[in-house]
């Protein structure tokens, strides 16, 4: 019997690379993980070794896979291959004994066809020891004899798209071929062997995994994953896709790469899938096989719907199997939707729903950009959706002003990382501009004037970089947490000790510009912000690729995402009744409307505030989670000049997307960090020109807002640049825009932050569903991914999914 095993000396004779040459490339091309050849071999189920009898009747060991003594397992008594002009096309029993090889149960081989694929010297053999030669260079398993069988000569099972009665094909079948098959003949009855391949424990009776040919997922693992271990053939896949995501669109894990969020690990089950399909939990290369096809065709192209009819057409298998594999990617092709890891985004809504549920209603509280993402999904799934918002516009935190000749995103504007970003997918699908920013960002002395000293940056920079080790480390062990404010003021106290050089006063200021970023990213004060969970959100996978911003805004956005959707303005929720098997939200207005599903889509400011009465109150958990994060808090400032004076920054390559500002103190530290250059510059209409500058308040900066008018806050900026650049006689400025979220009832904040005490688990608590009526979206339920409009933008599709999920499950 020919064992699958790793490849050694007997591939080299065969292979036309030399052994060093096979293992250096073994070593470099690809690799996966160890236990997954394990599980290779563990799946192929070969038939134990035994004498096998000879055509003169003698028995014999001719070291050929066993026969198949499998009584009663084919409904068909031909051999599958009819091969050879001697085949027997039938199926002899002899003492008890078929004569045959087993592939599946209803998939066998006569004596006579094996022998001519087997036996030295045979024509068949000829092409068997070729095939084996392709296979071994693209491989580190040994191949035999049923797989060639299965890879190379049963024939083709395709659905007629008159009559979608299955059909056998002997000729090599395309994508287009399947998309367009007809059968000659509709009248006749569908060949009965099929019916076995219909039984999902079909898979179980084979000899042999059936691997996909030529699946799309080639494109994305050629140089990476040996393809038998991820369910493809390594002779049949042919690399000949092309794509129109490459730029921001990457969806398999890359070994020895860092790990890029909404990456996924081609040769590994995730825990949701597991969860999902626990069927397929010791034996995974089916479904893997299934889903990393269906995941690269979306990502080829991400700009149209994916419908369930092209994966088929790209499921090319030979054998029984197709039919069996056709049966589970309807199910697999479901599950990527429901978790919106295919066709998300702004595709056209399609007439056809492919999830089969009762009328179901659902009301989302909340027009932000989770909540109109959600209901958008929901719509697509065949969902009624009413959206109800407080305010007397749509967007939530996400609001334009134009005044100032160029888009100021009032609220987010800002897109943390371009690669695999389900936000960029759907900016691209809407030809929605954004522009990637530069790394290049110096650093402006408030007290000197002037880009600071290359060596104070540097040090200062490492001293920041130690101070945080050091507290990744005290987290291992701390037991109490303690403020983000304390452990930093401790561990600098103690590095400044250890400081072998004089620290200057400028090295001070550096670090505080440091520090003043860390509150920006909280949106609060660090004396608020808990020291053991600040960063928890780091500790996936987040995503990669240049930062971007939105060059026009989020308007056209927010309006496409609800274009369609019926939105009620002005209706400011006071009442949540889930005590029934309907939920009834009353509102200010007076207005009670009446849904199965309830979707909010609120600040957790609002949450806080705790303005909606729930009947039966909200879980102590739930509670508890919103109590122990914090609101935070940014307002933004943006100046209009009638000059660009501070364009002596540029770079030598012309770019200049942001500067920082080093603030003369600690108490300053909030007070505009950081200017982003939103100036529109054309050479082509020089007097459409104007010239912008953006930066924001935080920390203990952020009441300035509240306490001083918008000219005085503006005129603040101003001093600010004049200390920067006090060598230049800085223009008066044209106009400002200054923001006030704080003072919104409706809003109340920027961004969440975990307090002292709370952990990383509230995110998780305020996310859950209770009692499968009230859902939870916003970037404030969101672990991995808060703080962003992305992440605010995800939740809308993983609630979308969690809510047709319990539909589907439920009713």
């Known amino acids: 019997m020919e064992n699958k095993e790793e490849i050694k000396e007997e591939i080299s004779s065969e292979s036309t690379s030399s052994e060093d040459e096979c293992i250096a490339r073994n070593k470099t091309k690809r690799k996966a993980a160890s236990d997954t050849i394990k599980r290779i071999c563990s799946q192929i189920k070969v038939v134990p070794d035994r004498k096998i009898p000879r055509k003169d009747g003698s028995d014999g060991d001719d070291g050929r896979e066993g026969s198949c003594d499998r009584l009663g397992c084919q409904l068909s008594t031909k051999c599958s291959l009819e091969l050879c002009g001697n085949c027997s096309n039938f199926l002899e029993k002899l003492n008890n004994n078929i004569k045959n090889y087993h592939i599946s149960r209803g998939e066998h081989s006569c004596v006579n066809c094996y022998d001519e694929i087997y036996r030295f010297g045979k024509a068949g053999e000829v092409k068997y020891r070729d095939w084996k030669k392709r296979y071994v260079d693209e491989s580190r398993c040994f191949p035999y004899v049923r797989l060639y069988i299965q890879d190379e000569l049963l024939p083709y099972w395709l659905k007629c798209n008159n009559c979608n009665k299955f059909r056998k094909v002997n000729d090599i079948i395309t994508s287009d071929m399947i998309l367009t098959f007809q059968c000659q003949n509709c009248e006749i009855e569908e060949d009965s062997i099929t019916s076995v391949a219909k039984d999902r424990e079909f898979i179980n009776s084979l000899s042999t995994v059936p691997l996909l040919q030529n699946s799309p997922a080639a494109y994305y693992l050629e140089a990476e994953y040996f393809y038998d271990e991820v369910g493809m053939s390594p002779v049949h896949s042919v690399n000949n896709f092309k ?89 697999i092709y479901n599950f990527l939707n429901l978790k919106s890891i295919i066709n998300y985004g702004m595709l056209p809504i399609i007439e056809e729903k492919f999830f089969k549920i009762p009328k179901t209603k659902v009301i989302i509280v909340g027009s932000g950009i989770s909540g109109l993402t959600a209901g958008r999904q929901l719509r697509s799934f065949g969902v009624d959706v009413i959206i109800l918002e407080a305010k007397s516009v749509i967007g939530g935190r996400m609001q334009d002003d134009t005044s100032l000749g160029v888009a100021v995103g009032k609220g987010a504007q800002l897109i943390t990382g371009i690669l695999n970003n389900p936000l960029v997918v759907t900016l691209r699908q809407l030809n929605i501009l954004y522009k990637a920013l530069d790394d290049y960002c110096p650093l402006v002395d408030s007290v000197r004037g002037g880009v600071v000293d290359i060596l104070a940056d540097r040090i200062s920079d490492e001293h920041y970089s130690c101070i945080l080790d050091a507290i990744s480390k005290w987290k291992e062990t701390a037991k109490d947490d303690v403020t983000l404010n304390e452990i930093i003021t401790s561990v600098h106290k103690i590095l400044k000790k250890k400081c072998k050089i004089a620290w200057r006063k400028d090295f001070e200021r550096l670090i505080n510009w440091h520090i003043g970023n860390a509150e920006f990213s909280c949106g609060a004060r660090i004396e608020n912000v808990s020291a053991k969970f600040w960063d928890q959100n780091e500790a996936a996978p987040q995503f990669a690729g240049s930062h971007a911003i939105l060059t026009n805004g989020s308007e056209s956005l927010i309006k496409s995402l609800a274009n369609g959707t019926d939105i009620k303005l002005e209706e400011i929720v006071s009442e949540i009744n889930y005590h029934s098997d309907h939920v009834k939200v009353k509102c ?224």
């Open 588 to 811: 200010k207005s007076g207005n009670i409307y009446e849904g199965d599903k309830v979707l909010l889509a609120l600040p957790l400011a609002v949450h806080q505030s705790e303005i909606i009465k729930y009947i039966p109150e909200l879980p102590e958990a739930k509670i508890e989670a919103y109590k122990n994060l914090g609101a935070g808090l940014i307002e933004k400032v943006a100046v209009k000049f009638p000059e660009r004076f501070w364009s002596e920054l540029v770079n030598k390559d012309g770019k200049l997307d942001y500067f920082g500002c080093v603030p003369p103190s600690e108490k300053e530290r909030g007070l505009f960090n950081m200017f982003y250059d939103f100036s529109k510059i054309s050479e082509e209409n020089p007097e459409d020109n104007c010239y912008v500058l953006m930066s924001y308040v935080c920390g203990k900066s952020v009441k300035i807002v509240n306490e001083m008018t918008d000219e005085e806050v503006r005129d603040l900026f101003v001093q600010t640049l004049k200390n920067m650049f006090p060598h230049l006689d800085i223009p008066d400025p044209l106009g400002q825009v200054v923001t006030h979220w704080g003072r919104d009832m409706f809003i109340g904040m920027s961004y969440s932050y975990i307090k002292i005490n709370g952990t990383g688990d509230d995110y998780d608590n305020l996310a859950k569903s209770v009692d499968r009526k009230l859902y939870f979206a916003g970037e404030c339920t969101n672990r991995w991914f808060p703080q962003t409009m992305t992440g605010a933008f995800i939740t809308g599709l993983r609630e979308a999914g969690n809510i047709m999920e319990d539909c589907l499950k439920y009713n």
């Open 243 to 331: 794509s129109l995501s490459d730029d921001f669109m990457k969806p398999f894990n890359v070994p020895d790469h860092p790990t890029v969020a909404f990456c996924i690990r081609p040769d590994i089950m995730e825990y949701d899938e597991v969860e999902a399909f626990p069927e397929y939990n010791k034996e995974p290369l089916y479904y893997l096989a299934i889903r990393n096809l269906i995941v690269s065709l979306w990502n080829l192209d991400p700009f149209n719907f994916l419908t369930l009819k092209k994966c088929e057409s790209y499921l090319m298998v030979r054998g029984l199997s197709r039919i069996w594999y056709m049966n589970e990617l309807e199910k």
